[in-house]
């Protein structure tokens, strides 16, 4: 099955919940990277694929009451869900809207900083949004991007569960035209789209002790894709359900440690 355009996460009302506990762990790594392109009070910010929540706080506070933030989200209930956040946190310079990150309909060569974290290794054709993002920037601004590659994803000990659904899930993305190492090609897919100044930055977490959701990521993932692999006939509805259940008995077990995969952090300049 291969479904043009696909987002390979999906949308299950557990995968919000996920993203916005993944945005609020990720604060610091936001807050890292946006100390890298220097203050941003009174400039405008989009943030492209914001899901629930994005970074939309962290940017509003840095810019300011006289600047401007504009998230962009494709899916209608994540966009719904970050207004709400928007508006529950009072983010009088936030505006969130449904839109394509590829085609945004927004004015080229006008915005302070673009960013996006965590769409192009979900997505065909990253390129794109790369180029898209470019476009957007003013000249002489930013472009910081905060990506995945699955490269070093281990648990230890080691599980036959991981490995085989890790084979499944990576033949279901090659299948689709989804790169899940595509952490590895920003910078070069920043420099081609004519950035330069650029910058990089890998992060990597190994979480040892019981308890953090990203210790249970892979599981969600194969949870998340389930009824697309089975519908794929790259596994059977019954060994999912046997694999996936003793994924997750692993990866919570206190004895086993999750090494994340690498995220990427790249950043430059649009000459100008
Ligand atoms: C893994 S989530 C990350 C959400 C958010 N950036 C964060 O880090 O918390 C990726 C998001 O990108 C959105 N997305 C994927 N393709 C998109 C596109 N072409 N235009 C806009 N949003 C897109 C998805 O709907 C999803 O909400």
Same mark, same amino acid.
């Given at each position: 099955?291969?479904? $043009?355009?696909?987002? +390979? ?13 993944? =945005?609020?762990?990720?604060?610091? &790594?936001?807050?890292?990277? +946006?100390?890298?392109?220097? !203050?941003?009070?009174?400039?405008? #910010?989009? $943030? ?11 940017? =509003?506070?840095?810019?300011? !009451? ?6 962009? &989200? /494709? ?9 709400? +956040? ?10 969130? /809207? ?7 309909? @927004? ?8 960013? &996006? ?6 997505? !065909?054709? !990253?390129? &794109? ?63 081609? =789209? ?21 210790? #249970? ?16 006939? @790259?596994?059977?509805?019954? $060994? +999912? ?32």
């Amino acid at each position: 099955m291969i479904l $043009e355009d696909q987002y +390979f996460l999906g949308y299950r009302s557990a995968e919000h919940e996920r993203l916005q506990a993944q =945005a609020e762990d990720f604060q610091s &790594e936001a807050a890292w990277l +946006f100390d890298q392109v220097g !203050p941003l009070d009174g400039k405008t #910010v989009v $943030e492209l694929g914001v899901g629930p929540r994005g970074c939309l706080d962290e940017l =509003a506070r840095r810019v300011g !009451p006289d600047g401007t933030v504009i998230g962009v &989200e /494709r899916e209608a209930e994540s966009v719904e869900l970050a207004r709400k +956040f928007v508006v529950d946190r009072t983010l009088d310079n936030v505006d969130v /809207r449904h839109g394509d990150a590829r085609a945004t309909g @927004l004015p080229g060569d006008s915005f302070d900083l673009v960013t &996006e974290r965590l769409i192009l290794h979900n997505v !065909p054709r !990253p390129e &794109e949004i790369v180029a898209e993002a470019v476009r957007l920037a003013r000249p002489g601004g930013w472009v910081a991007f905060h990506e995945g590659d699955r490269v070093g994803q281990v648990c230890d000990p080691p599980a036959e569960s991981w490995t085989r659904l890790m084979d499944v899930l990576k033949r279901y993305a090659d299948r689709n035209t989804i790169d899940l190492f595509v952490g590895r090609r920003l910078p070069g897919l920043l420099r081609r =789209a004519g950035l330069v100044d650029i910058q990089v930055r890998p992060v990597v977490y190994i979480d040892h002790e019981p308890g953090h959701p990203r210790r #249970v990521v892979l599981a969600d993932f194969a949870e998340n894709l389930r009824d697309r692999l089975i519908m794929s006939e @790259l596994i059977t509805r019954e $060994e +999912f359900d046997d694999l996936h259940a003793a994924l997750r008995r692993h990866l919570v077990d206190p004895g086993t440690t999750v090494i994340s995969h690498l995220y990427v952090q790249a950043w430059g300049r649009k000459p100008g």
